[in-house]
Each structure stands twice: as structure tokens, then as C-alpha cells.
């Protein structure tokens, strides 16, 4: 399906060269990419400079060049060929990524949060797929490049585009929601991630609230009602609240658990979702306000939720050799997550040995160690073993050493001998949870008692 034309894009970016009226199928800032009538983006970091790969982005189906005007034309183009002349491409990626967001004119649903934007994404794209041509991020598209790319890869029938959107610090948002520029904005929550750089849990809520930026006059936030530092969106912006407190436009009640997933009521009804913890009631929420928001009615809404298709890594329940359960939720870890998948496992039932597998959690700044530290808060019978890895994991265990020493527990520097400790675990009575944070690799573990 054609995005655009070479004439569209010359409407935008004037200082052109070629002529015709080409169709455009795909853009791409990957020159080993093979694809057919391509637009190659040449981006430049501190390390590379793609506009040397041309020629392999040219040989691999590019029609179209965005270039940068200071950078000389590669000998090989042919003189006809199209090239779109910018000062700074990444700039120009985004620009016209904004101006294709408009053309295709979709509802944009914008999500933020700490934790859990990516399950919330894939439960709200499960639900508003079942009545719109949806399109939305795959993997971890959700950045200044990434969130561009998403758009650009948008059919031109797209009813409704889900973006999710990360950040680090301060702006970032704000850049993403002014390409993006969503009616319904949801923030997740507010966590620990990211607190190295933007110094504390309130610098943390008001980088996430740069989402509301461009929201027109009938769009809607739905947020956390649980955190109290996003309350005063409510002053100024439609509002909706999900949360376990009573005060919330929307409560959930009746949180159960069992092997096959969590049921939760919300709004009257009674809900399921094949994924394990009352949090994941919460993020289930925010995807059914959209739907109602969408009007879409709640038996499909229902049956969506039902048949979730879910990114890996994020507690995926797996089969070891010996039939060990594995929980792999080794995507991405923060203080409140993890507590949050040790609640889940210790509330699961049918296991004799419950066995936690803790990497470090990253970017946590100087606050590192009184993180670490308060995950072994959560941390007690029925939970068995509690072994650590990284730097900073050691904590855990240390604090769990204080608070349960008869509890089996240690810290490892080395992956091998980690694994020759989980063998003692590999039967069909035993639960293994694998959290760290996603550069410690814990799936490479996983791979090796699954194989």
C-alpha cells in the first residue's frame, strides 16, 4: 500500500531534486533493509554517519533519498534520481512524520507511564483493533526516532494509531506529543524509572505529564486516580481516573487471581485478562475506558481482552526441560515492578518451591542501593529461594539475609554458576521468576533451561 509520492514529500521539503511522481511504499533509516520503492532516511550519531551506506540503501530498493545539504551526492546516483535536501535529517524525519500524521488524519492515543505502557498498549490495541483499522508500536519504537518511524509506517486507511512513548528526561515527551499529537492521553503511573536523571518521583510525574501538551479541547487523560502527583491534571483537563480508591471516576473491585489469568469487576462488568496480577487489572483498565471512549460495546471489549496478543519477555509463562513453570519478565524491571511480580508469584498457587531470580535494575542514579533494598520488603514466605545477579542486586539478598535467614539466598557475578544453582530447581513443583532490568539479558539464562 503507497504511503505517499515523491511530489507529496517535495510539497514539504522544497529544496529537491528529480522529477515524476513516484509512489513511496516504505520509509527506512536502515540501508541493509531490502524494500521495494523505499525512502532511505540517513540518520547521524556520535558514531556513525548513515548517509556512507547510500549506496547498499540504494542497491536495497530505495527510490528516494532524504539527505542532509552539506553532505556531498554519492557518485553512483543516477541524475533523475529523487533527493529531498534538509539541514538535519533526524529533524526532518520527525517533520515529515507530523505532516503524515495529519494527512492520514487518525484518532492518536498516546501512552506514557513508568511502567507498564507497553502491556497497556498491546490491551488497547487487542480492544480498539475489534472495531478500527488500528496501527500501532511494535517492539520499542517509542523514542524521537522510533515514535517517527511508527508513524510512517501507518497505512493510509488507519482509523486509529497507538503510540507509546518513553522517555528519559525532561522534553522528550513533549517533542513526541507534538509529532504524535494524541487525542486520548494515558499515563500509566508514576515510578523509579529514570530517577538518575530527572532527580525524584515528582520530576518523574511532571516529564510524563508533557503528554497533555497538544491535547485538543474534547480530548480526555486517563490516569492513575491511585498517584496522587498526577491529581492536579484533573484541574485542567477532561479527566478520567482508574484506580483500586474508592474516589475514582472508575474503581476496580473483586481483584482474583488464578492460574489462567486475573478477573476483576470495572464499571458493572466483570473482566478477564490472560496475564497474572492485580496490576495488570489496572492497565486492563485504561484499555476498556478507551474502548468505552471509542464506543465500542463491552462484549467485544470482553472477548479482546480475552485473546490478547502480548509483546515477549513480559511475564510469558514457560516450560523448563524438567517442567519447572518459568516466568519470564525479563523485558524491563523498576523497583515497582518487580515488587509487583513478586506479589504475583507469591500469590500464585500449586508450587512447593517459589524461586525468585533478581539482575539489578538500572538507571536508578545515587537512590541505586535504598531501591535495591526496599524490593526485599515484599519478599516472604511462600517464597523459597532468592537468588541475586549485577552490581547492585546484592542488596536484595543482603536485606533478605537480615529479614529471613533461614530462607535459602545468594548473590552470583557469574551467569554459569547461577545456572548450576537454578539445577537444584528444576522440577514440576517449582516457580521461577527471572526479573532484571533489560541489559543484564537475563533471557539469555531463560534460553538455556528451556532448551
Same mark, same amino acid.
Given at each position: 500500500?503507497?504511503?505517499?509520492?515523491?511530489?507529496?514529500?517535495?510539497?514539504?521539503?522544497?529544496?529537491?531534486?528529480?522529477?515524476?511522481?513516484?509512489?513511496?511504499?516504505?520509509?527506512?533509516?536502515?540501508?541493509?533493509?531490502?524494500?521495494?520503492?523505499?525512502?532511505?532516511?540517513?540518520?547521524?550519531?556520535?558514531?556513525?554517519?548513515?548517509? &556512507?551506506?547510500?549506496?547498499?540503501?540504494?542497491?536495497?530498493?530505495?527510490?528516494?533519498?532524504?539527505?542532509?545539504?552539506?553532505?556531498?551526492?554519492? *557518485?553512483?546516483?543516477? *541524475?533523475?534520481?529523487?533527493?529531498?535536501?534538509?539541514?538535519?535529517?533526524?529533524?526532518?524525519?520527525?517533520?515529515?512524520?507530523?505532516?503524515?500524521?495529519?494527512?492520514?488524519?487518525?484518532?492518536?492515543?498516546?501512552?506514557?507511564?513508568?511502567?507498564?505502557?507497553?502491556?497497556?498498549?498491546?490491551?488497547?490495541?487487542?480492544?480498539?483493533?475489534?472495531?478500527?483499522?488500528?496501527?500501532?508500536?511494535?517492539?520499542?519504537?517509542?523514542?524521537?526516532?522510533?515514535?517517527?518511524?511508527?508513524?510512517?509506517?501507518?497505512?493510509?486507511?488507519?482509523?486509529?494509531?497507538?503510540?507509546?512513548?518513553?522517555?528519559? &528526561?525532561?522534553?522528550?515527551?513533549?517533542?513526541?506529543?507534538?509529532?504524535?499529537?494524541?487525542?486520548?492521553?494515558?499515563?500509566?503511573?508514576?515510578?523509579?524509572?529514570?530517577?538518575?536523571?530527572?532527580?525524584?518521583?515528582?520530576?518523574?510525574?511532571?516529564?510524563?505529564?508533557?503528554?497533555?501538551?497538544?491535547?485538543?479541547?474534547?480530548?480526555?487523560?486517563?490516569?492513575?486516580? *491511585?498517584?496522587?502527583?498526577?491529581?492536579?491534571?484533573?484541574?485542567?483537563?477532561?479527566?478520567?481516573?482508574?484506580?483500586?480508591?474508592?474516589?475514582?471516576?472508575?474503581?476496580?473491585?473483586?481483584?482474583?487471581?488464578?492460574?489462567?489469568?486475573?478477573?476483576?469487576?470495572?464499571?458493572?462488568?466483570?473482566?478477564?485478562?490472560?496475564?497474572?496480577?492485580?496490576?495488570?487489572?489496572?492497565?486492563?483498565?485504561?484499555?476498556?475506558?478507551?474502548?468505552?471512549?471509542?464506543?465500542?460495546?463491552?462484549?467485544?471489549?470482553?472477548?479482546?481482552?480475552?485473546?490478547?496478543?502480548?509483546?515477549?519477555?513480559?511475564?510469558?509463562?514457560?516450560?523448563?526441560?524438567?517442567?519447572?513453570?518459568?516466568?519470564?519478565?525479563?523485558?524491563?524491571?523498576?523497583?515497582?515492578?518487580?515488587?509487583?511480580?513478586?506479589?504475583?508469584?507469591?500469590?500464585?498457587?500449586?508450587?512447593? =518451591?517459589?524461586?525468585?531470580?533478581?539482575?539489578?535494575?538500572? =538507571?536508578?542514579?545515587?537512590?541505586?542501593?535504598?531501591?535495591?533494598?526496599?524490593?526485599?520488603?515484599?519478599?516472604?514466605?511462600?517464597?523459597?529461594?532468592?537468588?541475586?545477579?549485577?552490581?547492585?542486586?546484592?542488596?536484595?539478598?543482603?536485606?533478605?539475609?537480615?529479614?529471613?535467614?533461614?530462607?535459602?539466598?545468594?548473590?552470583?557475578?557469574?551467569?554459569?554458576?547461577?545456572?548450576?544453582?537454578?539445577?537444584?530447581?528444576?522440577?514440576?513443583?517449582?516457580?521461577?521468576?527471572?526479573?532484571?532490568?533489560?541489559?543484564?539479558?537475563?533471557?539469555?539464562?531463560?534460553?538455556?533451561?528451556?532448551?
Amino acid at each position: 500500500m503507497m504511503l505517499f509520492t515523491t511530489k507529496w514529500l517535495a510539497s514539504i521539503f522544497t529544496n529537491n531534486r528529480g522529477e515524476g511522481t513516484l509512489p513511496l511504499l516504505e520509509v527506512t533509516t536502515d540501508s541493509r533493509k531490502k524494500c521495494k520503492n523505499s525512502l532511505f532516511v540517513p540518520l547521524v550519531g556520535e558514531k556513525f554517519d548513515a548517509h &556512507d551506506y547510500a549506496e547498499q540503501a540504494f542497491e536495497n530498493g530505495a527510490v528516494a533519498f532524504l539527505w542532509n545539504e552539506n553532505n556531498p551526492l554519492p *557518485d553512483h546516483l543516477p *541524475d533523475h534520481f529523487p533527493v529531498f535536501f534538509v539541514k538535519d535529517t533526524l529533524k526532518a524525519l520527525q517533520e515529515l512524520a507530523w505532516h503524515y500524521r495529519n494527512k492520514v488524519n487518525p484518532i492518536v492515543i498516546g501512552i506514557t507511564g513508568s511502567n507498564g505502557k507497553t502491556t497497556t498498549k498491546d490491551l488497547t490495541t487487542s480492544i480498539v483493533s475489534s472495531s478500527y483499522v488500528t496501527h500501532f508500536t511494535k517492539g520499542n519504537l517509542n523514542n524521537h526516532i522510533g515514535l517517527p518511524l511508527t508513524i510512517l509506517s501507518m497505512p493510509a486507511n488507519t482509523e486509529v494509531l497507538i503510540v507509546e512513548m518513553g522517555m528519559s &528526561d525532561f522534553g522528550e515527551i513533549e517533542l513526541l506529543t507534538s509529532i504524535a499529537r494524541p487525542k486520548y492521553a494515558m499515563i500509566t503511573n508514576i515510578g523509579e524509572s529514570h530517577i538518575e536523571y530527572l532527580g525524584s518521583r515528582e520530576g518523574i510525574a511532571k516529564a510524563k505529564k508533557e503528554i497533555v501538551k497538544e491535547l485538543p479541547d474534547d480530548g480526555v487523560v486517563i490516569i492513575d486516580g *491511585d498517584e496522587p502527583l498526577l491529581y492536579d491534571l484533573k484541574q485542567s483537563y477532561r479527566t478520567e481516573t482508574c484506580g483500586f480508591n474508592a474516589t475514582n471516576s472508575n474503581v476496580i473491585r473483586k481483584v482474583q487471581i488464578t492460574e489462567k489469568g486475573t478477573q476483576f469487576q470495572f464499571c458493572d462488568e466483570t473482566f478477564h485478562v490472560p496475564l497474572l496480577g492485580e496490576h495488570h487489572a489496572k492497565n486492563a483498565s485504561f484499555a476498556i475506558e478507551i474502548g468505552k471512549l471509542l464506543c465500542i460495546p463491552f462484549d467485544k471489549i470482553k472477548k479482546s481482552l480475552e485473546s490478547l496478543t502480548q509483546t515477549g519477555m513480559r511475564f510469558e509463562l514457560l516450560k523448563g526441560t524438567d517442567g519447572e513453570t518459568i516466568i519470564n519478565d525479563a523485558y524491563n524491571a523498576s523497583p515497582t515492578s518487580m515488587k509487583a511480580a513478586i506479589e504475583v508469584v507469591k500469590q500464585m498457587t500449586g508450587y512447593r =518451591e517459589k524461586v525468585l531470580v533478581l539482575g539489578d535494575i538500572l =538507571e536508578l542514579g545515587a537512590k541505586s542501593a535504598a531501591f535495591h533494598k526496599s524490593v526485599a520488603e515484599v519478599i516472604e514466605p511462600p517464597i523459597t529461594a532468592v537468588y541475586t545477579y549485577g552490581k547492585n542486586a546484592k542488596f536484595i539478598t543482603d536485606e533478605v539475609q537480615k529479614k529471613h535467614p533461614n530462607m535459602q539466598f545468594k548473590h552470583f557475578t557469574e551467569k554459569e554458576a547461577l545456572l548450576h544453582e537454578l539445577k537444584k530447581h528444576k522440577n514440576e513443583s517449582s516457580l521461577l521468576l527471572f526479573k532484571a532490568s533489560r541489559g543484564l539479558k537475563f533471557e539469555l539464562l531463560i534460553e538455556k533451561l528451556i532448551d
